[in-house]
């Protein structure tokens, strides 16, 4: 079984605690997140483990690459605290186990991975994909299995994962183009992680986007519009990517418009609130997610994960924005129809 | 023969009128694994009158004659046990009148639960009535004549507690009339504060007359409607978690399901709570107090409340869809349930009968249960998918469910549309007294014995 | 011995759990199977026919007039295949029926008016049993050239080449092809019959035969794109030609008289009447074909299109679809499919009926005359109603 390179020391003589200092859903002052973090570490119980709402966020603050979030995982798991009730964590550990139904279409070195999410097929459609979307991937074992440190299982994410990159290794796949955010996160900060080797090379599709938006720069209509930019959990993991929000939005004509909640501050779309901690802190969290949206002055709210976009949908539509997936609106851009399959 | 044959043809016309050896086929068996009984006659009549001269005739004559609505009750329940003549009641399908401000309906006994929930939506927009999940050609008047239950049945009782008033072809041939309409124009009410007559009737499977009209209650339909999915590992909990849920006295519809299949439904138990509002706030508030009422459940870890995504169009669909989809699920055509009407204290040891008996015979199962009139009882649904190809699957099908109406019998349960065999292992049980009563009735009722001969037939 | 019975599907038949969804509309507010609703008997439905087959390919009934009369009573709307709730059986639904009926052809033991279809079909090219060289007669004096290298074939079809009402109806749509400046030409008393009923009906082998034949003949004069009259001829066309190596662009003249409008080569003038439009079934549940006729009709200024209660997906059909509009299975009475749709157009408050299809024409304008509402209600085609507006 793989293992998490953390280091104790590291954080023993860390000067600014972030992890905790920075989250959402803990106030601490320094004193305390130093002493709580360090609980963590040293295998002792802390209100951490009991408190985290896992967002990711603490794997971005981190400016030492500790991986405190998945020492939290790891060490909850150790001790048999659930984050969720068992039945739901066991629903999720259930729903994603690989049962051999996945679909490939005609794979060639490069794979356009839709991870266990049929939407993302619909997504990854029309001519920015018509290069790769006939090598397309999906189905569970080709499934990134970050979603289990939600619900603090990083044993299934280590038993899974190397399972997962065989599945890809078996294909003969040299470069990976992740339709979900999180596969890219989990191929990039999560193997690493646990020293697992990646046998692809994996491609976040906003990096793809980017390069056939230029390659058809001359067909794009600027769309002339503002969007508020709803930043998945996942990202947290690879902030390095964050950029490639703007550089897209300036491409197809779209004002990304600046808010409160955003980059570091951006807040979870709610589902995973939901489930660990119930209806107050989620519908917080999700109306101050969703006025400061509106109050930004967009007219769109663009996502990028179809799990956020699926939980705040509704709520968007009713606060008068547009939800649409990142991918649609590049389609809009260069006139094309929307996948228009996630609701 | 053809001398009946002539006179039904009199009666209804020779296009409602079958001897064919593919009616006769046809009418012989439902769709779930009971031996088929062939009737010699099929007739379909349009008109009361028309009913009336065939029950006449068939008193006259004393021949056999069973009532069928869609014949989806699938505990053959419509097989004419002695042969003579079914009465196909689905040309009788007239929407005669609503009150709106008194909330019912009154409608003809062929009338369907899907043309009466698209005449309400269509015409009467603000009213609903309480639609089962069976498939939308269910007749109104045979879900009352067996207890039936719908969408409104956590709130108001059986669906046989909704009747407002019955018209009734008595098996000597004369048309009566129960309740208010009995005395005037009105159709508001059943019995009270009359002697209440309905019970020689409902429940009784048609073997005491024929319903021509029934009136049925209506209630409030609210512009919003939404439904949380409440999950459990543990069957023990699931009793105290209805308790739970409707103390909130907010709740439209309870039910709860579990089922091997597809994985994500494994080893869960699942309770959908839908609820209503004419208002964002009304459903939020309403949301909110269900997931109050079970935070101690959630607080264990027992429990929670699960992402319904895209599974709530199916959920909210009237009538669902997927449940006649099940039986699909071998690539077979078919399934068969038994529903004992119970103490919710009993699931958890149903639920593990369930478990024994797919395990025993190799079947693909899904336990369903809908709670009752605030939690009074539920209706306890043990179903089983066969294919239809396989005669030792469908076999198996039977007699796990005859083991499994057995055990809930045992444990107090009362079997829900009973086949025939259930209903003589239930009369075994009854107090002779009560045993007494009903064959006084079904006695004085059908002298003769014609109506849906086997049904209730007190030995 | 009793006879072994064999069909392509017949593998499928068992998964019929005769639910009855199949009888309705989506919003169940009557039902939707046309043979059932003018029957008295389950039998009559899909589900019914279903299990019938099941219980003759089992030997548990014997062929006889009843069964075949409850097969070909089947008018192939697709209500059954769109409403069915098990995927991967719905979707052959009408392919085991029609196996089915191919079984009792093979049996000789068919509706004498099936059996005088086939043999008019046989014999004289067309169901009416009239001469071929009158196949033509529908465009006289309308100046549509016969097909030589024009960038259409306009293909009439039997109804639109024999009938009155179907004949009327073809004038029509010729001649607002015609004066559209379209490339169009039509084959006249060369032009053969489709082939269409007879492959529903279950006659492969005539079937096989006649699409055999129009290949040909649309291979040697050039075709390439194809402007049908009548729905039934683009399904035919469009679903089973190409096996037969027949390969063309096929289109409903619906769907060319949309395009010619949106390009401005025909600019509908105001007429203000109420019309309510009838989705045929080979255009809409088979080819998913409902915008068309639609926007032909709302391009007209003035007009005002009012739905029925059962329209597009949901649409009641005429009765005349399986080769019913020859054989007559159903009958004209009070409940038959074409009287029941009339009614429904009735209560919509229109004046007038639109078609897209002339198999339709002919059995509403019929139904008009049974239901005696002819001062009240009109059944006129799209291209008629156009033309009435240009």
Known sequence: MYSLKHDEEVCATCPSPDCLLKCQYMDMDKEQAHEEIMKVVQGEDSLVLHKCMTCYGCEEYCRRGNHPYYLICEKREEKGILTAARPITNQWINMTSMQGKSMTGAIEEKALSCCLIPELKGLGRGRLFEDIAPSFIVGAEFMCPAVHTHFAKMSVVKDRLPKVLENYSALNVKEVVCLHDECYATFTSIAPAYGIEVPFEPIHYMDYLLEKLHVLKDEIQPLNVRAAYQRPCSNRLIPDKLHLVKEIMDLIGVDLMEREYQGENSLCCGEILRTISGYQLTDDVQKRNIDDMAASGAEYSVFNCPFCQTTLSEKAIKAGLKPIHMIDLCKMAIGEKQGGAIK | ?459 | MEPMRTIEHGNLVHRCFRCGYCKFPSDYVDFNCPSYKAAAFDTYSSGGRMWLIRAWLNNEIKTGPRFADILYSCVACGNCTEQCVYPGFKDHLLDIFEEAKGELVGEGLIPPTVRDYFKAITVNGNPYKLPQNERGKWAEGINIEEYSDQDYLFYVGCVGSYDEVGMHMARNVGTVLKESGLSVGILGSGESCDGNEVKILGETGLFLKLAEDNIRQFNELGVKKIITLDPHAMNTFKKYYPEQGGRYQIYHYTEILDRLIRDKQIIPVENRITVTYHDPCYLGRHHHIYKSPRSVLKSIPGLELVEMRRNGVDAFCCGGGGGNFFTDINGSGEESPSRVRIREALDTGASIVAVACPQCAKMLTDAVKAEEMEGTLVVKDVAEILRESI
């Open chain 2, 1 to 459: 023969m053809s001398d009946i044959l002539n006179s039904l043809v009199q009666i209804v016309g020779e296009k409602g009128v079958s001897n064919h050896p593919e009616e006769i086929w046809f009418y012989s068996r439902d769709p779930g694994t009971l031996e088929p009984h062939e009737p010699d006659f099929v007739v379909a009549p349009r008109r009361v009158d028309e009913v009336r001269d065939i029950v006449k005739f068939a008193y006259e004559k004393s021949i056999p004659l069973v009532p069928m609505g869609n014949g989806m009750a699938l505990t053959g329940l419509v097989r004419p046990l002695k042969g003579g003549i079914v009465m196909d009641m689905k040309r009788m399908n007239k929407i005669l009148e609503v009150n709106e401000r008194g909330r019912y309906v009154v409608l003809e006994g062929g009338v369907s639960q899907g043309q009466l929930k698209a005449y309400l939506e269509d015409n009467y927009p603000h009213l609903r009535h309480s639609i089962p999940d069976a498939p939308p050609g269910t007749t109104i008047a045979a879900n009352v004549a067996l207890h039936g239950q719908g969408r409104l049945t956590q709130q108001y009782g059986f669906n046989s507690d909704m009747v407002t008033g019955l018209e009734v072809v008595l098996p000597t041939g004369e048309v009566c009339k129960v309740g208010s309409c009995s005395i005037g124009p009105y159709w508001f009410s059943k019995g009270p504060s009359l002697p209440d007559i309905s019970g020689l009737f409902l429940g009784w499977l048609g073997a005491t007359g024929v319903f021509t009209k029934v009136g049925l209650r209506l209630f409030p339909r609210k512009s919003l409607r939404d439904v949380e999915v409440f999950v459990t590992d543990r069957a023990d909990l699931v009793e105290d978690i209805i308790y739970r849920l409707t103390h909130t006295e907010m709740i439209e519809d309870l039910t709860i399901w579990f089922q091997p299949k597809p994985m994500i439904f494994k080893d869960n138990y699942h309770i959908n709570v839908y609820f209503t509002g004419d208002t964002e706030e009304e459903i939020e508030f309403k949301r909110k107090m269900i997931w109050d009422s079970l935070k101690v459940h959630m607080d264990s870890k027992d429990g929670g409340f699960m992402g319904v995504g895209a599974m709530k169009a199916t959920f909210l669909e009237e009538p669902q869809r997927s449940i006649a989809a099940f039986a699909d699920v071998p690539k077979g055509g078919g399934f068969e349930y038994s529903g004992p009407i119970s103490p919710i204290e009993h699931f958890a040891k149903y639920t593990a009968k369930v478990y024994e008996l797919a395990a025993k015979y190799n079947l693909l199962f899904a336990g369903t249960a809908r709670v009752i009139s605030g939690g009074h009882a539920m209706m306890y649904g043990i179903s089983f998918a066969f294919n239809r190809a396989d005669k030792e699957m469908m076999n198996n099908v039977k007699e796990a469910l005859e083991e499994a109406n057995e055990f809930t019998l045992e444990h107090g349960s009362i079997p829900w549309k009973p086949t025939v065999s259930e209903q003589q292992m239930t009369m075994n049980m009854m107090d002779p007294n009560t045993l007494k009563i009903m064959k006084m009735i079904k006695k004085n009722l059908d002298p003769k014995g014609i109506m849906n001969p086997g049904n209730w037939e007190v030995s």
